[in-house]
């Protein structure tokens, strides 16, 4: 390699576009090395044997931060991006009905109050209220401490009474919907810390459906936007492992045995290739949070089919089934498909492991149970497996969340899991990418 870098950064999701822009903003020679072909990691999207998918199903939150100010800054429009959705559905299993919630007060007044005032039949007034104190407490216990972090939704539920029918019709979908893990398993302190934002910017809580593949659409232009700064690219270049010399990382070795080096290395691909790629340095005292964190893993289907599967390409839960959250996306990301259906599904080391046909099977059979009947709808399937991707958010991992800054000279790590005030999200691995920037350019 003749050109000299300042900082080489492992991967090209969020975390590590986000570094390589604020560091190339700030005039540092930068060089991405991408495994794939594309940008976007965790939220990209690709071709697979001539069908378009994504890496799975993903929402934008309207209270996002720091992604909307990078975006602004790489030229994208959000309300060009998205479609904003006013309400979610939550299908009731074998019962033909649905719950509905509005999830913007501002735009979507109307909606919001309708969710909180209607239901009757699905969800009680003594289910509503039953929610107050849980929210109410949980809200307050989140700003003060990481104790929430030692219950799971369930038991923080349980300790505040909220009715069993509560409980899975709405604190089901809102933590296995939107994280894949069971509210048994599953962090109060997460739960709570996903919407605490919302607390402040009320005004922008709403959701929006990406209008087109997320590498088009938002992962090239910050690529682009970098390349302008004078950053570089790689893709189809997967990282081996680091170099180290008198205990300093000075850089990585390719799979294809090509060598890059550069005073500092951050790591921002996921949290199991990047383990891979840090194992030679696994007994490190300084790497004993990053190598004990738990991980879990994520599974999607998607469908092409004849016709669409929903009547509006809205969020959707099926609490009560593994079909934890699903969308019909014809009329948003796919739009040249007539019927496009995206399944989050739960029980993902159960799904990572079957075949797409099994998968598929019972894709078909637990959505009939939900009221939406795909038999000789589909034309096509793909499953969409992450083993041990995402860090665990069960209950008691928070405070092992690593930090950027690993204590090794000349090593940095990105990632949603590396410790921000967000989570497994978008937003959190943005947040985690500027951190990582700031890091680096200290040493």
């Not at 239901?119 to 407490?137: A, E, G």
């Not at 216990?141 to 300790?159: G, I, M, P, R």
């Not at 405070?399 to 000279?409: A, F």
Request: contains cysteine; charged residues 25%; hydrophobic residues 40%.
């Amino acid at each position: 390699m003749d050109k000299k870098y300042d900082t080489i950064v492992v991967g090209a999701g969020l975390a590590g576009l986000s570094c390589a822009y604020y560091m190339t903003s700030a005039d540092k020679k930068v060089l991405v090395l991408e495994a794939h072909s594309y940008a976007g990691g965790r939220t990209s999207s690709f071709c697979d044997k001539g069908m378009k998918v994504e890496s799975g199903l993903h929402r934008y939150i309207g209270y996002y931060s720091e992604l909307p100010k990078l975006l602004n800054k790489c030229g994208v429009d959000i309300d060009k991006m998205v479609t904003w959705e006013e309400k979610v559905d939550i299908l009731v299993k074998d019962k033909n009905k649905k719950v509905v919630l509005g999830l913007a007060p501002v735009s979507g007044f109307k909606k919001t109050v309708r969710g909180l005032t209607e239901n009757q039949k699905s969800l009680t007034t003594r289910d509503k209220l039953s929610l107050v104190p849980f929210f109410l407490c949980g809200f307050s216990n989140y700003l003060v401490s990481y104790d929430l972090d030692n219950y799971s939704v369930t038991e923080y539920a349980d300790k505040h009474h909220v009715t069993e029918n509560a409980k899975r019709l709405i604190l089901e979908p809102l933590s296995s919907g939107i994280f894949f893990m069971p509210p048994e398993n599953y962090s109060a302190y997460c739960f709570f810390g996903l919407f605490a934002p919302a607390l402040a910017k009320f005004y922008k809580m709403k959701i929006g459906a990406f209008l087109g593949g997320m590498t088009e659409i938002m992962a090239n232009p910050i690529v682009n936007k970098i390349k302008e700064q004078g950053g570089d690219f790689y893709f189809g270049e997967p990282v081996e492992t680091v170099i180290e010399k008198d205990g300093r990382i000075i850089g990585v070795r390719t799979k294809g045995g090509e060598e890059y080096i550069a005073p500092v290395t951050v790591i921002a691909a996921s949290l199991s290739a990047a383990r891979d790629i840090l194992m030679p340095l696994k007994n490190r005292i300084e790497l004993k949070a990053f190598f004990s964190l738990p991980c879990m893993s994520a599974c999607t289907m998607q469908l092409e089919l004849n016709e669409p599967a929903l009547k509006k390409d809205i969020t959707s839960f099926g609490p009560g089934t593994d079909m934890v959250s699903f969308a019909e996306q014809s009329r948003t990301t796919f739009r040249n498909s007539k019927g496009r259906l995206s399944v989050i599904l739960g029980n993902a080391d159960e799904y990572t492991d079957m075949s797409k046909e099994c998968a598929l099977e019972a894709v078909i059979r637990q959505m009939n149970s939900l009221g939406v009947h795909l038999e000789g709808n589909v034309i096509d399937a793909r499953k969409v497996s992450e083993k041990g991707e995402f860090y665990s958010l069960d209950k008691g991992n928070q405070l092992i969340r690593p930090y950027q800054k690993t204590g090794i000279k000349g090593l940095v790590l990105a990632g949603d899991y590396t410790r921000t005030s967000s989570f497994a999200t978008m937003e959190g691995a943005v947040i985690s990418g500027k951190k990582a920037a700031r890091v680096s350019m200290k040493m």
